[in-house]
Every structure is written in C-alpha cells, then in structure tokens.
C-alpha cells in the first residue's frame, strides 16, 4: 500500500529538522524553506512541469538546479532527493509538514485571524500578546483577513482550533434560543 | 391595544436568560475525500470515536475510523452538499435520538426527526443510541410470555418477555406479517412496540403503517424507517436508535416489544459504509465487527431485575436468507445470538400451509418457563404429532395399504396441521388457543372431515363466547386448564350441533326436494 502524502512529508520533515538542528541551521533552513514554497505558489505550472512528462529529464534537471541555486547545503539537497525519489509532488507538503514541526519546537504559532475591518498596529499587537498568552507560545504569526460579512469581533484558527468571537456567530446563537424556546 | 414594551423586553431577557457572552471554542477539521455516504477528515485530532460531528452546510456525520492522519466520517443525511475542503467540527457529543411518550404513534427516520407529517416531536429527554446492554446482576430469567396470538408460534416456540427469538425465512414467506400480527396483537397486554424498518421499500413501509392504524395498534407503537432510499449510514444506525428508543421505557420498567425489519439489510449497509472505509473484507466480504455489530444490538434486550424495575425488552430481529440456506453468514451468526428462531418454509408457505412455520427447525430456547401451564399440558405432544406425521406423510404417497395405526395418525396429523393454519391480521387470544389446542389433542377432531376443521375452530370460538365465557375468563386468570369435565362437556355438546359441509349439503338437497313437493301441493 503507497503511503499517503502526510505520512511520507512527515517523515522527510522529521530527517530534515533533525538534521537542521544538530548543525544549529534551523532558523536558516526554515527561511529558505518558506521561500522555496512562495515560488512553487507563484508559479502554478512548475509543480506540474516537474512531475508531468512535458518537459524531458534533462529539462527537468536544469530546472531543479535553478531551484537550489542559493539554497544552503541541506536545502539544496532535500530538493535534488525529493525529486530523485519521484517526490516532487509532496514538496510543499513536506514543507508545510516542516513548518509545524519547528513551530511547535520553538513555540510558535500561525493564527489566521478574520475580522470585519483592518486591523490597527495597536490591535494586533494586542491580538498577538492575547494569543500567545492562550496557546503558550513565544511568537504569533498573524495572517490577517478581512471580511465585513461577519460584522463585528473576529475569527481566529489556529492549527485545529477554531475561535470564534464574531458578532455574526453571536446574533446566530441569540436567534437560535429565540426561535427555539 | 398598545405594545407593551417592558413586559415583552422582560420575556426576552427570559429566553435570552440563557445566554452567554462567550468566545466559541471549536475543534475543526478540513474535509479531504467525500463520496458514497463517507467523508474523510484531516485535523480533528480529538474526535471520540462514534462522536457526532458537524460539517460546515449542517449535516451531522459520526466519526467511525480514527487514523493517524485523518477521520473516517459517516455522513448521516446529504453528502452532496459536501465539498472537499469545507470545515467540519466536534459537537463533543456522542450521537443520540430523542425517546419517550411523545414518540408513541409517530413514524421517524433514524436520527428521531418525524416522517409521518404530524408535526413536530417535543420531547425533552434523547438517549445515546448505543447503550451498554444491561449485564448479568442486571437481569432475571424470562418467566412472563409475550402472546403472538399465532397459534402455531405460542403452542410450539413460545415467546417470552425479554427474549430475542430470530425469525428467518425466504424472501416473501411471511415473516413481516408474523411481526406485524404479533404487534396488533398485543393491544391491552401492556406492552409498547417498536417497528424498525430497515431498507425497506417506501410504500411497504406506508402499508405496514396502514395496518398498524387499521387495527388500532399504532397507538402504542413507534415505527423507525430507514427505507432503501436513505445512505447507508441512517440505516446502519436505525437499528440502535430504535432500541434506544425502547430502553427508554424499559429502564422505566415498562415491558416493549422490538421488531427489526430487517437485519440483512443492516448487515448490507454495514459492509457498504466498512468497505468504503476501507476495513478489511471478510467473510462473503463483510467486516470483522459484523458479528459486534449485531450481537451488542441483540444483548440490549433483557428482563430487568426487580431493583431496576422489571422492565423487559422483547427483540424480533428478522433475517432474509437466500434459497433457505441459514449456513451463509449472517444468518448463522444472528441465530447464534438469538435464543432460538422461527423459521419459515417457502415451500410450505407455497402449499397453502400459512404461516408456514417449519416444526422441526423452530425452536425457543428459553420461552418454554414462560409458556402458560393450560397451554403447555395442550401443546405437549404437537411437536411429536407433526413430527411423526412428516414422515409418515411421505411414506404414504407410495402405498395405499395402511393399518388401521397409521391411517390414525395421518388423520390426526393431517387435522393438527389445519388447526395450525391461521389467517393474517387475525390474531387469537391465548384461551381461545388453548381450547382449539385441547379438542386437537382429546381426539374430538379425528372424525371431522379435513375441510372443515377451520369452520368447526371458528364455529366453536364463537359458541364458547355465546355460552361458556366463564371457562375462557377461567383459563386466562389463572393459567391452567378448568378442573373436571366443564371443558369436554363444553366441547361435545358443541359438536353435537356442529354440521359437517356435506350434512350440510344432504339437509339442503332434502329441503329442496321438500319444497318442490310443497309447491306441487300449492299448484293442486
């Protein structure tokens, strides 16, 4: 039975991590990954070129070396293996995989906070103490959105959890124990 | 009239009394395969198993296969309007129905919702749909009987309260009509029924309905259907939610009668929605639980002990087999499980002899303490009599010298499997059972003529109501046979004006030959 994608970027991100710490280069690893990914999402088509059979090997070697130039030694070989053991497919998950990984080592967290208008500097600082207070961590990556269709308060997921203070879920609620009683 | 704003700002604060002001904290999921009544979840890394979870459009689903990566998902209700991608979160809860009186009369799907158009149910109790049957120190052994009013089912496999009697057979030898004759007949025997249609067709289900409230039964009785239209999922559960529906009463130390119609069908979406998951196949590609699956249905129906109230819970699970094999694997593992079956013949249904109960394989392993003592002392030899009569039965088609013996107890066989007969929806009381039983066994039927066995055992119900209702109400009571010769004389001063269809027949042709000659005289 071929292993599903989460398991095998598990197990490429665990090596990885390992690695990366015992040579003290997580912080650099971790950065050049995350740029790594924002070209695969830039170019919708390079994933597809890589794993389809449109472009020839000695094509597809030319576009790989591109890809590390750059790149730190372990980068830059995790990108000549994974594509060497046909697993080019699973880069962006391993890298992701990755990610979650060093936060939970280094306690940070990824929030993807929803609210009705921009948030201010002044809020987001306080959005960033209040949510590291709650999930223990040191550091709070906002990814920030706007969506005036839930009025008021916000919606912040992190990892599984989802918490939600809109005023649109509230007026929910409040109809609901209206209607219902 | 003018709006009287406080008193209606008041009531709202009432209804919003119960309102928090609070940051909603969920667990959520991403959902990352669905199709074929099964979604696959990512995230969710504290689903329970069996727990009820919520997709973003508002279908619930429960959480069968816990992975290392993922959740496997029944969707019960419209997977369609699942997209790859939508969130899907923990309700903490485990699934349950609403139970109780309200639900009596109703028929609901599954998931307690009503299908009869009635309006809504207001109960204000659910229960888990999978419940922990009760254990040992819970129980009492089975004493009180449930009366089919079959006459073939209570004189042979008697039923008692709190048993699991199976009743197998072939597509369309009768065995929804047995189930269904059984609930009609327990109207003023204190009993609660439960009908859980599993993949049945819609109008058979409607028809099943109609009867029930034709003959006033659906008063005491909640229909469950899960018809064939419905995912598998709602019919996986429609057997559990049933029998949560009658622990309810159980545990209130009511006595309920469960049919599940039928557990085939059960058994076939279980291995849909196991193979979906991807479980393993097994046997005629089931999965390894199938047996779990029913045996933890069947062992929910108890006698409770005294200090839980007494309560019982009577189950009727039905299995269809194929061409009568009950070596294939369901059928095998249910009557494992079960305390004993009713197993119907296609072959003598197709005969004529309805219900076409096969003597010889039917048993009830536990319903004989709970058989009243006039009907045991009449039933006593039936088994032997049909049993002796089968053989002997085929050995007569060969040769037409027979002595004197055997050409007695073919009569009397071929006479006890006309009594045996019974028309559907008609349902006899016990004492009127009892009766036609001990004129079978005293020989008083040995020289009516074959075709008119069932017009004498109507004829003389009706004669016992007109003139010796005492002896019935004296049978009922107290459960044995009335002291002395009262019954016998009863008996032979009824057959002295029974008339047989060709004395009958000879009193007409005689009147009739009267009569012409009056009309002679008149035209003299």
Redesign the interface.
């Known amino acids: 039975m071929s292993l599903?994608q989460?398991?095998v970027a598990g197990r490429y991100a665990k090596a990885l991590i390992e690695l990366a710490q015992a040579d003290d280069q997580l912080k650099q690893t971790s950065q050049e990954l995350s740029s790594l990914r924002d070209v695969f999402k830039d170019n919708p088509g390079l994933l597809s070129a890589l794993n389809g059979t449109s472009l020839s090997v000695g094509q597809k070697k030319g576009l790989i070396s591109d890809l590390k130039q750059g790149a730190s030694k372990y980068v830059a070989n995790l990108i000549q293996m994974v594509f060497d053991y046909g697993r080019i497919n699973d880069m962006v998950a391993i890298i992701d995989e990755f990610e979650k990984q060093y936060d939970a080592l280094i306690k940070r967290i990824h929030a993807v906070v929803v609210t009705a208008v921009q948030l201010d500097e002044k809020r987001r600082k306080e959005m960033s103490e209040a949510l590291a207070k709650r999930f223990d961590a040191k550091e709070v990556v906002l990814d920030e959105k706007v969506d005036p269709s839930i009025i008021g308060g916000a919606i912040v997921?992190v990892?599984?959890?989802?918490?939600?203070?809109s005023v649109n879920?509230?007026l929910q609620?409040?109809r609901r124990?209206?209607v219902n009683? | 009239m003018s709006i009287k704003t406080e008193e209606i700002s008041s009531l709202i604060k009432k209804q919003l009394a119960n309102y928090e002001d609070s940051i909603s904290v969920q667990e959520t999921g991403t959902v990352t395969y669905v199709g074929d009544g099964v979604a696959r979840a990512d995230g969710l890394e504290n689903a329970m198993a069996g727990e009820l979870l919520e997709f973003s459009n508002g279908v619930y689903g429960m959480a069968q296969n816990l992975e290392s990566n993922n959740v496997g998902i029944v969707v019960l209700g419209d997977f369609t309007g699942i997209r790859e991608g939508d969130t899907v979160k923990r309700t903490g809860r485990i699934m349950e129905v609403p139970v109780g009186d309200q639900l009596l009369g109703r028929v609901v799907d599954p998931l307690g919702r009503p299908l009869d158009g009635l309006g809504e149910i207001k109960t204000d109790k659910t229960r888990p749909i999978e419940h922990k049957a009760p254990d040992v120190m819970e129980r009492k052994s089975v004493s009180v009987p449930v009366q089919t009013g079959i006459k073939v089912i209570d004189a042979l496999v008697p039923i008692g309260r709190g048993q699991r009697e199976l009743i197998i057979g072939d597509r369309k030898t009768g065995k929804t009509s047995i189930a269904l004759d059984t609930i009609i007949n327990q109207k003023n025997q204190n009993m609660i029924c439960v009908y859980v249609a599993i993949g049945q067709k819609e109008s058979t289900v409607k028809a099943s309905v109609e009867t029930l409230r034709k003959y006033g039964a659906l008063d005491y009785t909640i229909v469950v259907s899960a018809s064939a239209s419905n995912p598998a999922p709602l019919l996986y559960i429609a057997p559990y939610a049933g029998a949560a529906m009658g622990e309810e009463f159980m545990y209130n130390g009511k006595d309920v009668l469960i049919v599940y119609d039928d557990l085939s069908k059960q058994a076939d979406a279980y291995r849909e929605l196991s193979l979906i998951l991807r479980r393993p196949p097994g046997r005629e590609a089931y999965p390894g639980d199938i047996f779990y699956t029913h045996s933890r249905l069947l062992e929910r129906a108890a006698r409770l002990s005294d200090d839980l109230g007494g309560g019982s819970m009577t189950a009727l699970p039905i299995i269809q087999t194929q061409a009568g094999d009950v070596s294939a694997y369901i059928p095998t593992n249910v009557i494992s499980i079960t305390d004993g079956q009713i197993f119907l013949d296609a072959d003598s249904f197709y005969a004529g002899q309805r219900p076409a109960i096969d003597a010889g394989t039917s048993v009830s392993r536990v319903g004989g303490d709970a058989q009243i003592k006039a009907m045991k002392k009449v039933a006593g030899t039936l088994r032997l009599d049909i049993a002796s009569y089968n053989e002997l039965a085929s050995f007569a088609q060969f040769g037409s010298d027979l002595d004197s013996e055997t050409q007695a107890r073919l009569a009397r066989g071929q006479r006890t499997m006309e009594v045996l007969k019974q028309g559907l929806h008609e349902p006899q009381p016990v004492e009127q059972q009892v009766v036609t039983l001990y004129a079978l066994s005293h020989s008083y039927l040995d020289n009516v003529p074959v075709d008119d066995i069932q017009r004498f055992e109507s004829e003389l119900a009706n004669y016992m109501r007109a003139n010796h209702q005492d002896l019935y109400d004296q049978i009922k009571s107290t459960g044995k046979l009335p002291e002395g010769d009262s019954l016998d004389k009863a008996i032979s001063d009824f057959k002295e004006t029974f008339k047989t269809s060709d004395q009958k027949k000879s009193e007409k042709a005689d009147e009739a030959s009267d009569n012409s000659d009056d009309s002679e005289d008149a035209n003299n």
């Open positions: 599903d989460k398991t997921h990892g599984g959890q989802t918490l939600d203070g879920t509230k609620e409040m124990l209206l009683n």
